[in-house]
Nanobody
Framework: QVQLVESGGGLVQAGDSLRLSCVAS????????LGWFRQAPGKEREFVAA????????YYADSVKGRFTISRDKAKNVVYLQMNSLKPEDTAVYYC????????????????WGQGTQVTISS
């Protein structure tokens, strides 16, 4: 099995930055596509960002484009989400996910999920 563990969440002020990390164990995902999703209480899980297996193709939700950056370190089996200019509406539990085949924005297409890390942005 593949295990994903997120970290780096916390409470920060609007306009601040955070970097989330997701570490894989149990099996390497060097050739897997990775995605970040988020879910606020009472809301549907939504796509945030994704990166292809090669690390050269990236995709972002319109709401975070220009503020967030996804990257990966295949040697360390880690995927990152750098979040800048954070807004209160970014508050949610953030999940990383992995899948074989190409990157996609659809949550149901991902095979493996982490437990999530809480990100809270205060005004």
């Amino acid at each position: 099995q593949v295990q994903l563990v997120e970290s780096g969440g916390g409470l920060v002020q609007a306009g601040d930055s955070l970097r989330l990390s997701c570490v894989a164990s149990g099996r390497t995902f060097a050739s897997y596509a990775l995605g970040w999703f988020r879910q606020a209480p009472g809301k549907e899980r939504e796509f945030v960002a994704a990166i292809g297996w090669s690390g050269t193709s990236t995709y972002y939700a319109d709401s975070v484009k220009g503020r967030f950056t996804i990257s990966r370190d295949k040697a360390k089996n880690v995927v990152y989400l750098q979040m800048n200019s954070l807004k209160p509406e970014d508050t949610a539990v953030y999940y990383c996910a992995a899948r074989r085949r190409g990157a996609t924005t659809t949550a149901a297409a991902y095979e493996y999920w982490g437990q999530g890390t809480q990100v809270t942005i205060s005004s």
